[in-house]
Structure formats: C-alpha cells, structure tokens
Nanobody, 126 residues
Framework: VQLQASGGGLVQAGDSLRLSCTAS?????????MAWFRQAPGKEREFVAA????????YPAESVKGRFTISRDNAANTIYLQMNDLKSEDTAVYYC???????????????????WGQGTQVTVSS
C-alpha cells in the first residue's frame, strides 16, 4: 500500500487547511481504518483522528475535537483532514496511516497501522 499525503503548508493562526491522503495498491476490508498522526519537533508522535473504512465512524483526539474533521471518499480511496481555527501548537508533520483489522481500542495507537505515508508539513504562524 502506498499512501500519498498532500495539502500541508504555511498558514496563520485561525486559518484553515485540508489535508488529503490517497491510498493505492490494495483495497481495504471492512475492519480497515485510516488515520492521521502528527509529530512536532522535539515531541512524541501524537494521534490526531481516525476513520473506519466501513461505515465511516470517526474518532478525533480530544485536542482537535471541534476544530478538525476527518472524512473519506471510498470511491477515491482517499481520506481528508479538514483543519479549522489552526493554532501554533498544530504545527507538525502530519502523517497519513492505514491498517487492516484495526480494532476500536487500538485506533489511537501507531502500532495498529501497517502503512505510513511520507508526511506533510503544516506550519501555523501566530
């Protein structure tokens, strides 16, 4: 599976960005999930949001709930992360990930995902 993320950039606090991630190379099962993680300089990798491929249930992190929305387009094998009201603390490299057979209790953990994209930089200036 190849994951191609795009949409990052330099924005000001309060602005919006939409990240996209397109998967290729396989089809996903009903237990598959995709997610976004991020990592800021000097900090540990952090879960941002996940989405079940079948049914589309979403699981945002508390830190972004109400500002970020994850969604998917099954036909295009693509997920999105709509980020509104961006803050300086959202500055990070954002990684798109995918995994098959991801159980709900593991959705927020990086070990649950088999495939990682190359990352896209999001920089928010205050």
């Amino acid at each position: 599976v190849q994951l191609q993320a795009s949409g990052g950039g330099l924005v000001q606090a309060g602005d919006s960005l939409r990240l996209s991630c397109t998967a290729s190379g396989r089809t996903f099962s009903s237990n598959s999930a995709m997610a976004w993680f991020r990592q800021a300089p000097g900090k540990e990798r952090e879960f941002v949001a996940a989405i079940r491929w079948s049914g589309g249930s979403t699981y945002p992190a508390e830190s972004v709930k109400g500002r970020f929305t994850i969604s998917r387009d099954n036909a295009a094998n693509t997920i999105y992360l709509q980020m509104n009201d961006l803050k300086s603390e959202d500055t990070a490299v954002y990684y798109c990930v995918a995994g098959g057979g991801v159980i709900i209790s593991s959705l927020r953990y990086s070990y649950a995902y088999d495939y990682w994209g190359q990352g896209t930089q999001v920089t928010v200036s205050s």
